[in-house]
């Protein structure tokens, strides 16, 4: 079955540091997103991606940076790593179009200490 | 800009209760309107959508319709049950153009079912 995959789903690092939290799709989808999840903010866009080389800056993409090097993989960098970004990950892809169903992976944990 | 916002929560209800969970928003033209559902511990998924004006998404016992004179898309469901409890998200996506299903979420609801 075609899914998402997001590792690792735990992590624990110290400020500074550099840190990537991996995705992968399989359903061969165009439209690739990373959103965090905070309490009193919901879901926040950080960055996404339309296809191949293609990456768009969301509303709180700064300290964070991806690539998109083939379909199935969006890597979401945190160059270093600050205490404001211990959140949950989520990453999330969909083939296209405004009415499109976004299919979201199980999420990543990241706590900086 | 473009905005959805969502009731407070969180909401405890007791199994077989009325559940309506109110959701406006706030968008140029025609967006499409979406609830998604996070379970503990899970990624969200979607629950129902509508993609025009007057449209009902229903899915899982659960209903929503498109309201464009009051901007509105409330979710109800007759009868909760306990395996209900979990987060609701509202969510719409803009209608202009390169969109391509960039959503904008509400800050969700926390539901809690009692037996």
């Known amino acids: 079955d075609a899914e998402i995959t997001q590792s690792p789903r735990h992590k624990i690092t110290e400020t500074g540091r550099q840190v990537t939290l991996a995705c992968h799709q399989t359903w061969n989808h165009n439209n690739m997103f990373w959103y965090r999840q905070d309490l009193g903010h919901g879901l926040r866009l950080i960055h996404y991606?339309?296809?191949?080389?293609?990456?768009n800056k969301g509303e709180v993409s700064d300290g964070y940076s991806v690539s998109r090097s083939n379909t199935e993989d969006l890597p979401l960098t945190l160059e270093s790593a600050a205490s404001s970004q211990t959140s949950v990950y989520f990453c999330?892809?969909?083939?296209?179009?405004?009415?499109?169903?976004?299919?979201f992976g199980e999420g990543s944990r990241l706590t900086v200490l | 800009g473009d905005s959805v916002t969502q009731m407070e929560g969180p909401v405890t209800l007791s199994e077989e209760a009325f559940l309506t969970i109110n959701c406006t928003y706030t968008a140029t033209g025609y967006p499409s309107l979406f609830w998604y559902v996070q379970y503990p511990g899970e990624g969200l998924q979607l629950l129902l959508k509508?993609?025009?004006?007057?449209d009902k998404g229903s899915n899982k016992g659960f209903e929503a319709t498109y309201r464009k004179e009051t901007t509105s898309f409330h979710l109800e469901k007759g009868s909760v049950q306990v395996s209900d409890s979990a987060v609701y998200f509202c969510?719409?996506?803009?209608?202009?153009?390169?969109?391509?299903?960039?959503?904008?979420f509400g800050k969700g609801t926390k539901l809690s079912v009692k037996p």
């Open positions: 999330a892809s969909s083939f296209g179009g405004r009415a499109g169903e976004l299919f």
């Open positions: 969510a719409l996506s803009p209608p202009y153009g390169g969109s391509q299903g960039n959503l904008i």
């Open positions: 991606s339309y296809g191949v080389q293609d990456t």
């Open positions: 509508a993609t025009k004006a007057d």
